[in-house]
């Protein structure tokens, strides 16, 4: 049982380019999530899954898209990179909208 | 808006002691409220969840108050160690909001030998 896993791990992009995260789940949970985290601010919901094939906008939704085509899986992507979005992401599921959070180990962003 | 403050950035204790972290929140009324640890470099860990209808969880050395009059968390620490340092997020979910969580800024505790 891996848990949460997030792929890549660390990656830098210039301003205006395109990449897209991998979030994967193998405990059959229904909700996924995608928040950022910044020093000073805590973590910030940025779009949300509450099953395969839907999606929705958390706090932070600018500048990010999301997909959720299988259910074990959640991409985030964003389409032109900017410096403000430099940040750690982390990706969590849960099997409802009460059970807790589990989350991945986090993908360090870094847009210059 | 919603709003999370965790007592301060960071506290720090001698091992044996008892740590208490606070979480206040305003306007809010949140069913129920969690506590997360977060080491450096790593996703948050789950730890307890305490329901708007409940006074008092324990598990181990973890205890967590939740008081929905004084709109305040309590999270405690006992027999403190230096394994417990750590940064601790609160977190909180309305009873209308599917599957949301609103996190404060954490704490992070020091235990020093």
């Known amino acids: 049982n891996a848990g949460v896993t997030q792929t890549p791990k660390f990656r830098v992009l210039k301003t205006g380019q395109s990449m897209t995260l991998l979030c994967a789940q193998d405990m059959n949970h229904e909700y996924m999530y995608w928040y950022r985290q910044d020093p000073g601010m805590g973590l910030r919901l940025i779009h949300y899954?509450?099953?395969?094939?839907?999606?929705a906008k958390g706090e932070v939704p600018d500048g990010y898209n999301v997909s959720r085509l299988k259910k074990q899986n959640f991409l985030l992507g964003l389409e032109s990179a900017a410096p403000s979005q430099t940040s750690v992401y982390f990706c969590?599921?849960?099997?409802?909208?009460?059970?807790?959070?589990?989350f991945g180990p986090g993908t360090r962003l870094l847009v210059l | 808006s919603q709003k999370i403050e965790q007592n301060s950035e960071a506290l720090n204790i001698q091992e044996g002691k008892t740590a208490t972290l606070t979480c206040n929140y305003t306007?809010?009324?949140?069913?129920?409220l969690q506590w997360y640890r977060q080491d450096p470099g790593r996703g948050p860990v789950f730890l307890l969840l305490i329901r708007e209808n409940e006074k008092e969880k324990r598990k181990e050395r973890l205890k967590v108050t939740f008081d929905t009059t004084l709109k305040q968390s309590l999270f405690h620490i006992t027999a403190s160690q230096p394994a417990d340092s750590a940064t601790y997020l609160c977190?909180?979910?309305?009873?209308?909001?599917?599957?949301?969580?609103?996190f404060g800024r954490g704490t992070q505790l020091t235990v020093w030998p």
């Open positions: 977190a909180l979910r309305g009873g209308s909001t599917l599957g949301r969580l609103y």
């Open positions: 969590a599921s849960s099997r409802d909208r009460v059970e807790t959070q589990y």
């Open positions: 899954s509450v099953g395969e094939g839907t999606t």
């Open positions: 306007n809010y009324s949140p069913a129920y």
